[in-house]
């Protein structure tokens, strides 16, 4: 596929269709959304009425869905629960109904992330993770969504958890998390995973102390190198800012409009 340029929902102050329409007129390709409160909110994106709301903002503003996010189950935890507990049946269930949102929506992929109340912190975590990726993937394959998956681990952590899926998953590549959590080097990583692993990269930068995040290549997140990195290995896929663009410090720059289209005019420069 040609390169296209996207941007998270959360990136903005506004959800639903408001951000589609946002993206938009700022010149994005996509939009990775989120699931608008997911369990919480008893899955409001698998209600019809709601999902014909963004399909006709995607069509009216000419942006494409990219991807669902399960936002609400990264702050829900789950992910690294055994398959049968409770709290590991939560998660599996979660994520079957974002695939079937993604289905009704003709959105081609669900990201889940082990961040936050999802994060993996021994290697019993690991292996729950692992297991119930492979239960999500199976599933998955069975509905047409691509399952990717994004995670803040070292890079041979990752692996581990890639290659006891299998081919039903892909993996988000934040450029910034190896950086933010000291992980690695993500220039070094990209040419590790390669393009038979990365589905869509995420974009961001941030100033020296890593508290919130500045302009794309403005930063201390070495976005040039990890951007060189992805041409080196031929990757095409989405590009895909999730700078906090009406947060501080970005929200004391300037408009949200503003700041996301400077970031976004150095994307397609680059």
């Known amino acids: 596929m040609s390169k296209k340029c996207g ?33 919480r909110n ?8 709601i999902q014909q709301t963004y399909l006709e903002a995607s069509s009216r503003f000419q942006v494409q869905l990219q991807s669902m996010h399960l936002f609400t189950l990264v702050r829900e935890g789950g992910l690294q629960k055994p398959v049968d507990s409770e709290a590991g049946k939560h ?28 994060s993996i912190i021994n290697s019993y975590d690991i292996e729950c ?3 119930l990726l492979k239960q999500a993937a199976h599933i998955s394959e069975d509905c047409g969504i691509q399952l990717v998956y994004e995670s803040i681990l070292q890079e041979h952590y990752i692996k581990e958890i890639l290659n ?28 590790h995973f390669g393009t038979q692993w990365i589905d869509h990269v995420h974009l961001k930068d941030c100033p020296e102390e890593m508290t919130g995040f500045c302009q794309l290549g403005k930063g201390y997140g070495r ?22 663009y009406h947060l501080p410090p970005m929200g004391n720059t300037g408009s949200v409009f503003q700041t996301a289209k400077r970031d976004l005019d150095t994307m397609r420069k680059l």
């Not at 008893?42 to 009425?49: I, M, S």
């Not at 899926?165 to 040419?191: H, M, Q, T, W």
């Open 7 to 39: 941007i998270c929902e959360w990136s903005f102050a506004v959800t639903g269709p408001s951000a589609i329409e946002y993206a938009g007129v700022i010149g994005f390709d996509g939009i990775q959304i989120g699931d608008l409160g997911g369990a």
């Open 164 to 191: 006891y899926v299998g081919s039903g998953i892909k993996l988000c590549y934040d450029i910034l998390n190896p950086i933010k959590f000291l992980k690695g080097d993500p220039a070094e990583e990209i040419r």
């Open 91 to 118: 998660a599996l269930y979660s994520i079957r109904k974002g695939l079937e949102a993604c289905q009704a929506m003709n959105i081609p992929a669900l990201l889940v992330t082990s961040y936050d109340s999802c």
């Open 129 to 131: 993770t692992a297991k």
């Open 223 to 244: 976005f040039e190198d990890s951007i060189a990195a992805l041409h080196e290995i031929g990757y095409d896929g989405w590009y895909i800012t999730e700078n906090f």
């Open 42 to 49: 008893c899955f409001p994106l698998n209600d019809p009425h």
